[in-house]
């Protein structure tokens, strides 16, 4: 595996698909971020609107579509199979909307990231804004952790908070925290490998 080499997994939009190959565009050849390289998008869903941002930079991306395999260990096979393939040490979770299992998780164990639209531990799982909102919070943002088995658990790596307004809706909060991702999410990534690096 190359240390340097990271996927990206969505499921969906994939804005934060596109804030990371915008951040790796725009870097200096000398800065630690082009130490690594995203080198591969992987989706769940064939008609996720996100594959473009590869498709458009002829990027390697890969279907890996989870309603052709029943059993998710297979589904997880097939990841891992196409993560070898490409030749990948680092799987970003962007919007990927399955939960991994234990021996993927392990087998990518510390090398699996994921950005979560709330400040945890404070609102895990789906609907993190809905979940905000009625708790009446006055601040949220998002997380960057590393994936361990259970969902949005993981080690906490880098938090960016946000403001919630007393008229948001999701839609309004969802924005503002996207924002915030789109700025943190490269950045962490590209320190986390190049911390990592021998
Ligand atoms: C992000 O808000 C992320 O925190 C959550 O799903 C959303 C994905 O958005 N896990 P996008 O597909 O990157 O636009």
Redesign the pocket.
């Known amino acids: 595996m190359n240390p340097e080499r990271f996927a990206v997994l969505?499921?969906?939009?994939?804005?934060?698909?596109?804030?990371i190959l915008d951040y790796w565009d725009t870097q200096d050849p000398g800065s630690h971020t082009q130490r690594s390289t995203p080198a591969l998008v992987i989706s769940n869903r064939p008609e996720?609107?996100?594959l473009q941002f590869a498709r458009d930079r002829g990027l390697p991306h890969v279907v890996v579509d989870h309603t052709q395999y029943p059993e998710r260990e297979h589904f997880d096979d097939a990841l891992t199979t196409c993560l070898e393939e490409h030749d990948i040490s680092w799987v970003i979770?962007?919007?990927?909307?399955r939960v991994l299992g234990p021996g993927f998780v392990s087998r990518y164990s510390g090398r699996i990231l994921?950005?979560?639209?709330?400040l945890l531990p404070a609102f895990p799982g789906r609907d993190?804004m809905g979940q905000a909102l009625a708790a009446g919070v006055k601040i949220s943002g998002?997380?960057v952790h590393r994936v361990d088995g259970g969902v949005d658990t993981g080690p906490i790596v880098a938090q960016a908070a946000v403001p919630v307004y007393p008229d948001d809706d999701d839609k309004r909060l969802?924005e503002r925290?996207?924002s915030a991702?789109?700025h943190l999410?490269p950045r962490v990534i590209a320190q986390v490998i190049a911390e990592a690096l021998p």
């Open positions: 969505i499921s969906g939009r994939g804005s934060n698909l596109k804030a996720a609107p996100g979770l962007a919007g990927f909307m994921n950005t979560h639209p709330s993190a998002c997380t969802g925290i996207r991702e789109h999410y």
